[in-house]
Nanobody, 128 residues
Framework: QVQLVESGGGLVQAGGSLRLSCAAS??????MAWFRQAPGKEREFVAA????????????YYTDSVKGRATISRDNAKNTVYLQMNSLKPEDTAVYYC???????????????????WGQGTQVTVSS
C-alpha cells in the first residue's frame, strides 16, 4: 500500500522557519513535490525534486514566490523528502500536500494532475 505521510506543519511567526517532511512507503518514486492550498484558493505548485535511480541528489524546481526561501531535498535511506522554508510570510499559510510519482519529465513536475499519489496534507499557519 502506497503511503505518503507529511509532518512538520504548525504555527510560526512571520520571518520564521519550518521544515516539512514527507515519508514515502509502498513504492519507489523518482519524482516528489510539494503543493499547497490556501483558504479559498486553488492548490498550487511549490517545489519538486526528481532524481535517477542510484543517485543521491536530484533536480529541483520551485515556484517563483518561494525561490530563495525554500529548499527541497531528500534522504534516500529514509525515503523522505523535505521542504525547508525560511523567511515565512503570512501568504505562505496553507495546507501543504506531498505528491509523488514513479517518474515524471521535467515539463510535468509542476502539474498536480501528473502525480498519482498524495498525502493528507499538513497545515502551515504564518502569523503576522
Amino acid at each position: 500500500q502506497v503511503q505518503l505521510v507529511e509532518s512538520g506543519g504548525g504555527l510560526v511567526q512571520a520571518g520564521g522557519s519550518l521544515r516539512l517532511s514527507c515519508a514515502a512507503s509502498g513504492r519507489t518514486f523518482y519524482a516528489m513535490a510539494w503543493f499547497r492550498q490556501a483558504p479559498g484558493k486553488e492548490r498550487e505548485f511549490v517545489a519538486a525534486i526528481r532524481w535517477r535511480d542510484g543517485s543521491t541528489g536530484g533536480s529541483t524546481y520551485y515556484t517563483d514566490s518561494v525561490k530563495g526561501r525554500a529548499t527541497i531535498s531528500r534522504d534516500n535511506a529514509k525515503n523522505t523528502v523535505y521542504l525547508q522554508m525560511n523567511s515565512l510570510k503570512p501568504e505562505d499559510t496553507a495546507v501543504y500536500y506531498c505528491a509523488a510519482d514513479r517518474n515524471l519529465p521535467t515539463a510535468s513536475v509542476t502539474r498536480q494532475y501528473e502525480y498519482d499519489n498524495w498525502g493528507q496534507g499538513t497545515q502551515v499557519t504564518v502569523s503576522s
